[in-house]
């Protein structure tokens, strides 16, 4: 654990001083708050019931993006990163195991793009207010609090995962880049069904995707760990 927690005060050190990984991580949510936030505006004044619900899941999707955007510039960018700066090749002469790399690596990632995303809806329950009147009635329902903090986790490990997997694979920095941005695919693909369909997000819908992250998260993850190997990274970058 101390290593690890070495690994993440590290990580967070070099993101920061990262401009892409700053833009991205402030731009990105408030962008994301402020069109949820038009969405249930606008959904407060339909009476159609099916579009009114389209809106509402709508916003929830934007939520749900999030977690699943964000880690990939740092996860990225933790791997490659470390070796257009050369400084992976002396992390091979720490007692560092390659596990306890890789946990640092995608913790560094999805801790962040948690936080964000859990603040990022606070700041727009808190707009919602002034804006919408008060915190609207579909806001704070259990499928809305079991998609924002039981999905997120899960989107978030995934993505990181995919990306993970691309970035210890890759062969430059650009290839690294570009194809890290497929990660986001497996996870939004679902969500896109909630901004189309004419009825509330149930639990019911919440608990099937749950379900299916749970199995890919583990299943990305476990590939990630096990293709993870550093000498391996630096003998494809050479």
């Known amino acids: 654990m101390h290593n690890i927690l070495v690994l993440l005060r590290k990580e967070w050190r070099e993101s920061l001083r990262n401009k892409m990984v700053l833009f991205g991580a402030l731009f990105l949510p408030a962008f994301m708050v402020g069109a949820a936030l038009f969405m249930i505006v606008q959904g407060q ?13 709508t916003a929830l999707m934007y939520f749900l993006v ?13 791997i490659v990163g470390e070796k257009e700066q050369q400084s992976l090749e002396p992390l091979l002469a720490t007692p560092v ?10 913790l560094a990632s999805v801790i962040p793009a948690l936080v964000i995303t859990w603040a990022s809806f606070g700041l727009f329950l808190g707009l919602s207010i002034p804006f919408a009147g008060g915190v609207p009635p579909h806001v704070l ?4 609090l079991a998609a924002i903090f ?4 899960l ?6 995962g995919i990306t993970m997997i691309v970035s210890s694979r890759a062969s430059d920095a650009r290839a690294a880049y570009q194809f890290s941005s497929f990660a986001i695919l497996p996870p939004i693909v679902p969500l896109i069904i909630y901004s189309t369909r004419k009825a509330l997000v149930s639990v019911a819908l919440v608990g ?7 199995v890919a998260a583990v299943a990305v993850l476990a590939i990630a760990v096990r293709l993870f190997r550093r000498e391996q990274i630096l003998t494809r970058w050479k």
């Open 45 to 57: 004044g339909v009476d159609i019931p099916g579009a009114q619900a389209a809106l509402f899941n």
């Open 66 to 78: 999030l977690p699943a955007v964000i880690p990939l510039a740092i996860a990225v960018y933790s």
């Open 97 to 106: 195991t390659d596990l306890e790399l890789f946990l640092g690596k995608a």
């Open 141 to 144: 329902t259990i499928p809305w």
């Open 150 to 153: 039981g999905l997120t986790p």
């Open 155 to 160: 989107l978030s490990l995934t993505s990181v």
């Open 208 to 214: 099937v995707e749950g379900g299916v992250l749970i």
